[in-house]
Structures are given as C-alpha cells and as structure tokens.
C-alpha cells in the first residue's frame, strides 16, 4: 500500500470540482484516525484560509485524541486566524462528547458571539 500525498490530498480538499473534493474527502475519511497526524503536519506546515478550515473540519469528523487536541490549540490559541478559531470551534462543539462541561460552555460562548461568522464556508 502507498503512501498517500498529503500535500495533495489537502489541495484537493479545495479544489473547485466537487468530485475532486469529495474523493480527497473520502480517502482521507477511509483512512481515519491514520490520517490525522498528517493533517496535522500539513496544517502546521502552513496552509491558506480555506485549507485549513478544510483540514479542521476532516479532523473533527474523524475525531480521536490527537484531533481534538489539535482543534483546541487552535480553538484557545489561534487568535491572528479568526476563520481557523471559529472553525475548531465548531469542530470541537461536533465531539462534545469528549468534552468537559466547562470547555462546552467556553465552545459554545465562543460561537454565540456572530461576529466573523459571515466568513465561514458553507
């Protein structure tokens, strides 16, 4: 089995055809928790705007340990990306369940206030 081109993989997460996203998509959801290391180190090797939320929002449906702590750095500490905040936010609200109460009061907080919320993808 080889390994899959990351670098590419994310590129086609954006990319204008949605057959082209929607096969990236699925490998990426095929391979699973597999996959999230990865993601992170595309993500944190640099990423535009919409790769990222793209990179997010594949980790929040995967889930795992190593996501979720990944959309948290995000969450509490991406304060320059607004896009990327909102986007982990809403990442770590779909895994509430590994959540404390106090950290879903925080997400949901977050996100009640709109502001930014009009620069989110669809």
């Known amino acids: 089995m080889s390994v ?3 670098a590419q993989l994310v590129k086609q997460l954006v990319d204008s055809d949605p057959a082209t ?3 990236a998509r699925t490998t990426l959801l095929e391979m699973d928790e597999n996959a999230i290391d990865p ?3 595309q ?3 640099g990423v535009t705007d919409a790769e990222g939320v793209a990179i997010l929002q594949i980790m929040a449906e995967i889930g795992g340990p190593d996501a979720l702590s990944t959309l948290r750095n ?3 500490f ?3 990306r607004p896009i990327l905040q909102r986007c ?3 990442g770590l609200l779909h895994n509430r369940i590994a959540l404390s109460h106090k950290e879903l009061e925080e997400v949901k907080l977050f ?3 709109d502001t930014g919320s009009e620069n989110l993808p669809e």
Do not use: K
């Open 74 to 76: 995000v969450f509490y």
């Open 4 to 6: 899959p081109d990351y």
């Open 88 to 90: 982990a936010a809403n």
């Open 78 to 80: 991406e304060d320059t």
């Open 21 to 23: 996203r929607q096969s």
């Open 43 to 45: 993500f944190y090797a």
């Open 39 to 41: 993601l992170i180190d």
């Open 111 to 113: 996100l009640a206030d």
